[in-house]
Every structure is written in structure tokens, then in C-alpha cells.
């Protein structure tokens, strides 16, 4: 079974989202940020890295007693490529790969995780991974090979990793997903609002 870490992105600002932090609104009774990053743990990852930036002590103590790793991105206005950098830079040699996790998925399952990485480990750690909606639509968390460890740590400003999925698609793999809603994410209020008005929230 291949080495798996995982980045997840909390040092955004949540421009769409308006005043509030995204990220420290309570979902099932929890903070998202902490949420995800207990999915993240329920899969069973090698390693699971923070990325903090925009009210970086409060994302800290929202995850308070968890076991992740944190990683400052002083640098997080210039845009989630930065974070990315910031991240997969502070990742060792030792892992054959790693998840990028936007941490605004309320919806996302360990399961999401496992399925994915099995893919992963059917191609001895050389594809890129991301789930696929029924339509055949892209979705995060992606997982990248070690291969392309370099660069992500290269990334700059806003610059994310479309650019670099959309130059390696030969060697992308989709994995269904067992529900569109599993890649949810939340960008305003009033998806927040949706999410929170429903009692199903998926468990981790």
C-alpha cells in the first residue's frame, strides 16, 4: 500500500463567503475545518498537514487535540497556489503521494478517500486520482503522484492545479463518485444555509 499524505487548504480568506470565516461555521455540530480534517484522519492517511493563513490561530484551536500538522502560508493573499506550495513543500520524500483537500467539503467520507487511494495503489502510485460526478465531471480531492511534488512546490499567487491536471490528462484516473453531493463544497452563505437546512450530513 503506497504512502498517502494529505494537504488540506485552510488559509483563504472566504472573499465569496462574506465577513465570516467559512471554515469555523459550525455543520453537525462542529466547526467544517475540524470536520474535514477528521475525515481526513478516519481514512487513515500517512500524514495530514494544515495549511493556515486567514485567521490562522483560530483555525488552530478549532483542531485543537487532532493529529495534524500545521503549516503557516505567510504569503496566503497571494492565492491558494501559494498554500499548495506551502504545503506539498513541507511534505518529505517518503510519501508517494498526496491529497489536495479544499477543507469546505461538507459532504466529503473517509470512503471518498480509501476509494481513491485503491485507484492509486492500482497504478503503483504513477496516476493522477480525482473523483468523477455521473456526469463525468472533475471534482477535488485530486490526488497527485510524488512525481509531481516539484511542481506544486513551484506554485505561485493564485495559480492552482487545473492548469497542471488539464497538461497531464493521459495520465489521470476518475473514480465514481458514490454520490455527487460527496464534493460539495460550500462558497456562500446561502450554500451554507442549504447545507445546514438538511438533517442528512453525511458521517465520516
Known amino acids: 500500500m503506497t504512502r498517502v499524505a494529505a494537504v488540506l487548504l485552510a488559509a483563504g480568506s472566504s472573499e465569496r463567503f462574506g465577513c465570516e470565516n467559512k471554515l469555523l461555521a459550525e455543520i453537525g455540530g462542529e466547526p467544517l475545518l475540524r470536520r474535514v480534517t477528521r475525515v481526513a484522519i478516519a481514512a487513515r492517511l500517512s500524514e495530514i498537514v494544515v495549511v493556515t493563513g486567514h485567521e490562522a490561530e483560530r483555525c488552530r484551536t478549532v ?3 487532532l493529529a495534524v500538522r500545521f503549516v503557516h502560508n ?5 492565492g491558494m497556489g501559494s498554500s499548495i506550495a506551502a504545503g506539498v513543500g513541507a511534505l518529505g520524500d517518503e ?3 498526496a491529497f489536495i483537500v ?3 467539503m461538507p459532504y466529503l467520507t473517509s470512503a471518498l478517500f480509501t476509494r481513491l487511494q485503491a485507484e492509486f ?3 503503483g502510485g ?3 486520482v480525482f473523483p468523477v460526478t455521473a456526469a463525468g465531471e472533475q471534482r477535488n480531492p485530486v490526488l497527485w503522484p510524488r512525481a509531481h511534488f516539484s511542481e506544486f ?3 505561485v499567487g493564485a495559480t492552482g492545479a487545473k492548469a497542471l491536471l488539464r497538461e497531464y490528462a493521459a495520465q489521470s484516473h476518475g473514480v465514481p463518485l458514490a454520490s455527487d453531493e460527496e ?8 450554500d451554507l444555509a442549504f447545507c445546514l437546512s438538511r438533517s442528512d450530513i453525511i458521517s465520516y
Open 63 to 65: 483542531l485543537d487535540g
Open 74 to 78: 505567510a504569503a496566503w493573499m497571494q
Open 95 to 97: 510519501f508517494d503521494g
Open 102 to 104: 479544499p477543507s469546505d
Open 121 to 123: 495503489d492500482l497504478s
Open 126 to 128: 504513477r496516476a493522477i
Open 153 to 155: 512546490r513551484a506554485l
Open 183 to 190: 464534493a460539495t463544497d460550500i462558497d456562500t452563505p446561502a
